[in-house]
């Protein structure tokens, strides 16, 4: 049901899905074994009864990619994440990246693609300051990022796609600009004409919270996900990058008010963005809350 969105997208008969199970290497030979390219972007933000990261991050990519090199597949391309490291504190960023080592050592023309924290339609950025009306942190909202669009990061997998010099090459795709959560959440009361409050917790205190939501069904926050927002993104300076791709990105506020119109007012829904008349006559002014 989560998928079916998705069929549509395509002409008639483009769009075929495959049922597989991540614990089922024939599934997944039989989903790769007629590919050309393979893209392998499974992942999740939390765990689940059934998956751990590891499970996920590790053992199924050693699955998928097993099958790639036994079905002998042009192309793999490991969609991976931002600051994926084997010794990292987080446990989805050391799944991550020991994810990335076992894709290259089964199949060495891996392309591995860290893209940055994502925005678009359903993102878990923009989406999740803009329906909150209260705002739960541990770090003060100071998790520093280079937020990226969706759909640039979907235009660089497509290039993968037709330039074979992109085997074996890690792609680090980041936005042209760099944002603390505060600075986005202030981007979106800006735009969508109100304020959310932000509530603050030690983070011992916010730990012990996640740790007893876990025990519910449905996502809320997981330890992890607090044990990430003290970690910044940290950009590889020997990946690649959207410029050997040949374009480069869009900065956040071109999109910002196209994803969170949504949540304005009724009262306010159709008024437009501040013209640059506006924006020059904002600069001209010093708030105490600006940092400096």
Do not use: C
């Not at 036994?70 to 960023?93: E, G, M």
């Not at 926050?221 to 990430?228: F, L, Q, T, Y």
Request: net charge negative; aromatic share 12%.
């Amino acid at each position: 049901m989560t998928k079916r969105h998705l069929k549509p997208t395509g002409d008639l008969g483009r769009v075929v899905f495959l049922e597989f199970d991540l614990r089922n290497t024939e599934s997944i030979e039989e989903s790769v074994r007629h590919s050309d390219i393979v893209y392998n972007l499974i992942g999740r933000q939390y765990t689940t009864k059934n998956f751990t990261y590891e499970d996920v991050h590790v053992e199924g990519t050693q699955r998928i990619t097993e099958a790639v090199a036994k079905y002998d597949v042009d192309r793999y391309v490991h969609v991976s994440t931002y600051n994926a490291d084997p010794k990292s504190h987080s446990a989805f960023f050391a799944t991550k990246g020991r994810g990335e080592q076992e894709a290259r050592a089964i199949f060495p023309e891996t392309t591995i693609v860290r893209p940055a924290p994502m925005y678009g339609y359903e993102d878990w950025l923009l989406n999740w300051l803009g329906r909150s009306k209260v705002i739960v942190t541990a770090n003060h909202m100071q998790q520093k990022y280079w937020p990226v669009h969706v759909l640039e990061v979907a235009k660089a997998l497509e290039q993968m796609m037709y330039d074979d010099s992109t085997a074996g090459q890690t792609f680090e795709l980041y936005g042209p600009k760099e944002y603390s959560t505060r600075q986005i959440a202030d981007l979106i009361d800006k735009e969508t004409l109100r304020k959310r409050r932000n509530i603050n917790l030690p983070k011992p205190v916010y730990l012990a919270i996640a740790r007893a939501l876990d025990y519910i069904w449905w996502p809320t926050i997981s330890p992890d996900e607090v044990e990430r927002e003290f970690i910044n993104q940290v950009i590889d300076p020997n990946a690649k990058t959207f410029k050997d791709l040949g374009f480069e990105p869009e900065d956040l506020t071109r999109w910002i008010l196209h994803y969170v119109r949504q949540y304005r007012s009724n009262l306010y829904y159709d008024l437009p963005p501040m013209t640059e008349k506006e924006v020059r006559e904002e600069r001209k002014y010093l708030h105490v809350d600006y940092d400096l």
